[in-house]
Structure formats: structure tokens, C-alpha cells
């Protein structure tokens, strides 16, 4: 048994405890007098991105089963231990075989715990980072022939509202997918229509969508007039601007909010030429675009666009929620992950007061 001591995060406070671990698993947790050092030092549950493609130089649709497990361990030293691998638009043969590859890494790497697919359900307006060429019209019978190749870990879907189709695959298909509206022209109406017919997650809130306006709220609006939905945040300090994270979670609060990375493979890696989806993109620093400047995801891991959103202003047990608990929950996995209690995995992080990383313990 190991015993790990310091300010613990539990539900929504830090108190002084001890999480004692054995067998990757918490077996107690307990108050406890602190050490001078150990006063110096917070404990959080491991962090859940939901929404990821890549890091290390790979990415998910490579379909490359030692590029998948270096993107596993990058992100499990980087504070991630429960990890979606997330698709992008193409071919169903080329995705299936993305999710088979999954799978098979799956079986051996705890650290995989479903799989988001980002497209192809989607806005040729809307495609951002996207390739058009591949965008096709909602298919429940792909869907399930994509998860029964994953083994059943395909979980999120993004989908398009407008797109034809778009509701009868929501309605059909709601009990097995977390239906998420994505890369859209949507106005309310018709957002709320999907929210009605069971899509209740929004992809990367903001972005790939019509803006806010008094008289054409949007997809913004429609979640905000929603109470039983979460939305994604990239709070890379790229994508959001920081005082939008700030009234976001204002708005929704941290069991709303759910912080993503969407990383590519450019993620902890030199600046330079990389791709995502099959397109050429350019990364500087934080910043990864599409050649005609468009932002191609992000190059910052999760724990990062968790301390940039403290940083932002963001409580700290807010955004801790918000890359931890609720997307656990979101995600259908809250049982085994997503916070600090006796039977849970032992995925934990430790932290200096500064929210540096010092060491990761996790079950995988």
C-alpha cells in the first residue's frame, strides 16, 4: 500500500488528507495532519479528455497501433489518464479501421477509455479543419457498423443538425451515442429541435458555429436555454477568448463545462509542418492552422488548458470539475474514474501550489 498526503480535492473543496492506493485502485481516503512539505502540495483526480487527436507526433487516424500507445503514454506524464481518441472526417473503410486499430490497443492500455468521432456528419460551411471531401449524410447503420468494428467503444458522435437526416439518426440512435452538435450552420430552432430529439453535448463550444447576436442566438443560445446539457471548452488561449471561458463557466458553472484539448499531433512537439485529417498544418507555438489560416485543433495538452483557464480566472475548482468529474460523467465512466474515492482507479495527480505537475499515479 502507498499512502499519498497533501491538500485533497473531494467533490468541490481541498482538505487536508490521505489517499491510501493498492493494486492501481484507492482503497481510503482519510483526514490527516500534513507535513510542512506536504502542505505544499494539492491532490486531483486524473484528467478525462474526452476530445483529443493526437500528440507525440501521431495522431488517432493514422490507424497506427505504436503511434496510439506513444500518444497514450504522452498523455498519462502529462496528467491525462482517462483518453478518447477522436476521429476526423473520412471514409467509413478508413474509420473503421481507425476504431479496429483502437480496439486492439484498447484491450491492453486501460488509459483508452471510448472513442469520439468527430465527423463525418457535418457543415461543408462549418468544416473548419475538416475534409469536405469526405463530409456524408447521418447514417445510423454506419454508426452501428463503426461501433460493433470498435468493440462498442464509439461513445460521442458530432452531428450537424441541418444536415438531412440529422434528427431520424438523433432519435435512433440516442440510447447507444452521446450525440454532440458539431461544425454546424444551425440556427436555434433548429439546435433546440436536435436538443429535443436527444443530442444534449455541444463539440467545442464557439467554434464551428454561428456566433451569439440578440436576434440570432444560435446553437450559443439554444444551449444556454437548455439545463440538461454540457458543453466542450478549448481554453487553450487560443481558441476562446479568456474573458468568453470566464462567463462560460459563470454561465454553466464546472458541472457544465466540460475542458478539452482537441490536441493534434503537433502536441509536445517543435513548431513546424504537421497534419490533421489528411490536410497540412502549421504550427507556431500554441497556434496550429490550415494553410489559409483557418485553426486546425490545438497544440496543447489538456493540463494545459487546465492551468491556462485558472489562469484565465476560472476558479480552480471549477476548472478541476470541469477536466475531471463531469466529463466523466459525460462520458458514462464517473463508476471507476473522475474524482477521489475509496474503490475508484488510483488515477491521481499531484500537484505543487503553483498547479505544476510533480508526479502521476494512474491504474493503466
Known amino acids: 500500500m502507498e499512502s499519498i498526503r497533501g491538500y485533497v480535492f473531494l467533490k468541490d473543496v481541498f482538505l487536508k488528507g490521505q489517499v491510501d492506493i493498492e493494486g492501481g485502485k484507492i482503497i481510503a481516503v482519510k483526514d490527516a495532519n500534513l507535513t510542512e512539505e506536504e502542505e505544499k502540495q494539492y491532490i486531483i483526480p486524473g484528467l478525462v479528455d474526452i476530445h483529443t487527436h493526437g500528440c507525440a507526433g501521431h495522431d488517432t487516424c493514422d490507424g497506427d497501433e505504436e503511434g496510439l500507445r506513444a500518444m497514450l503514454k504522452y498523455q498519462r506524464e502529462h496528467g491525462t489518464t482517462s483518453y478518447f481518441p477522436t476521429t476526423m472526417t473520412f471514409h467509413e473503410d478508413k474509420i473503421t479501421d481507425v476504431v479496429k486499430n483502437i480496439k486492439k490497443v484498447a484491450e491492453t492500455d486501460k488509459t483508452v477509455k471510448g472513442i469520439y468521432l468527430e465527423g463525418p456528419f457535418i457543415s461543408r460551411e462549418k468544416c473548419g479543419a475538416q475534409n469536405p471531401d469526405y463530409i456524408m449524410k447521418p447514417d445510423i447503420d454506419m454508426l452501428h457498423r463503426v461501433n460493433e468494428a470498435s468493440g462498442g467503444l464509439c461513445r460521442f458522435v458530432a452531428i450537424a443538425p441541418e444536415q438531412d437526416g440529422a434528427m431520424e439518426c438523433i432519435k435512433a440512435g440516442k440510447d447507444e451515442f452521446k450525440f454532440s452538435i458539431a461544425h454546424t450552420t444551425a440556427d436555434y430552432d433548429k439546435a433546440k429541435e436536435a436538443i429535443d430529439a436527444g443530442a444534449n453535448h455541444i463539440t467545442h463550444f464557439f467554434n464551428a458555429m454561428p456566433g451569439y447576436t440578440h436576434?440570432?442566438?444560435?446553437?450559443?443560445?439554444?444551449?444556454?436555454?437548455?439545463e440538461d446539457i454540457r458543453v466542450e471548452l478549448i481554453s487553450d488561449g487560443i481558441h476562446i477568448h479568456p474573458a468568453v471561458v470566464r462567463n462560460t463557466f459563470k454561465y454553466f458553472g464546472g458541472d457544465r463545462v466540460i475542458l478539452i484539448s482537441d490536441s493534434m499531433e503537433a502536441t509536445g512537439m517543435k513548431d513546424g509542418e504537421y497534419a490533421l485529417g489528411g490536410q497540412k498544418v502549421i504550427v507556431k507555438?500554441?497556434?496550429?492552422?490550415?494553410?489559409?489560416?483557418?485553426?486546425?485543433?490545438?497544440?496543447?495538452?489538456?493540463?494545459?488548458?487546465?492551468?491556462?483557464?485558472?489562469?484565465?480566472?476560472?476558479?480552480?475548482?471549477?476548472?478541476?470539475?470541469?477536466?475531471?468529474?463531469?466529463?466523466?460523467?459525460?462520458?458514462?465512466?464517473?463508476?471507476?474514474?473522475?474524482?477521489?474515492?475509496?474503490?475508484?482507479?488510483?488515477?491521481?495527480?499531484?500537484?505543487?501550489?503553483?498547479?505544476?505537475?510533480k508526479k502521476v499515479y494512474t491504474e493503466a
Open 285 to 357: 507555438g500554441r497556434l496550429a492552422t490550415l494553410e489559409n489560416g483557418t485553426i486546425a485543433g490545438s497544440a496543447s495538452n489538456l493540463f494545459d488548458c487546465l492551468t491556462t483557464a485558472i489562469k484565465m480566472g476560472v476558479p480552480k475548482e471549477e476548472a478541476i470539475k470541469a477536466a475531471t468529474s463531469t466529463p466523466a460523467k459525460e462520458a458514462g465512466i464517473f463508476d471507476i474514474v473522475g474524482s477521489i474515492e475509496a474503490g475508484k482507479n488510483a488515477d491521481i495527480l499531484v500537484l505543487d501550489k503553483d498547479f505544476n505537475l
Open 215 to 226: 436576434r440570432a442566438p444560435g446553437v450559443i443560445g439554444a444551449a444556454m436555454d437548455t
